[in-house]
């Protein structure tokens, strides 16, 4: 008769491999904010604008003048040299407004989406925040049409107590109820919820639309200075052109 005490355990049913998945993740470096030398000891703003949508990046090659840059936000575990900063941080002058452009397709990863977050409001201590996305369709629990525009917001409880922050204060709420949103634009906004920051973050469909569709766009674009019409004129056809501009 076997000794259920003594004897030795049957082998696992699961291979090593498998028995990884179950371990903690190694710990990521945290995200590194390097300010430009023109701002040895740059000063909090009141408003900053993460623009992270086609239709919202569409906004900058307008500009009356290439803004200057302000700061690079870098991921360490990306290689230098070989990809582009996953945000560039400008200064419009004029205005004061910090621009926060998020370049390419999906320049932050969704799981370093927090941590990202985490380092850019903290190391910009803006005032205010205006997050700029687009609407994803399979978080969308409404119909949307290609040729309909949608416009919506979602704020923290520090933005609902001032009507909103800046151009986002004639944008009516997300609906309908149940819509979700997520990526850098959703950690920006719960991280500024986290430190009592006012912050709205407005969502647009379609992604790739004119600015001119949508209101907020417009007063965005005339806070920056930028003709409407013109900003309408076309789309980002790349990060191509912002890298022309901006490097």
Known sequence: MEDVVTDAPP?????????DNFAAPP???TPILVVSPANPSPAPRRLLILLISPTSLALLPHLPSPPPLHASLLLPELPLGRSQPPIRVYLHAPSGTLLAAAHGPAPVPAHRARAVARSLVSALQPEEVLVLDAVRSGAYRGRLAADEPVEGKLETRA??????VGAARGVAALAPPGSVVDGLGAAVLAECEMRGKAASMVVTWPEGARPAEFGVMRRVAAELGVDPAKAAAGRVAGRAELDALYT
């Not at 082998?11 to 028995?19: A, G, Q, T």
């Not at 933005?159 to 909103?164: D, E, I």
């Open 11 to 19: 082998p696992s049913r699961f291979s090593p491999d498998d028995l």
């Open 159 to 164: 933005a609902r107590g001032r009507g909103g």
């Open 27 to 29: 710990p990521q470096p």
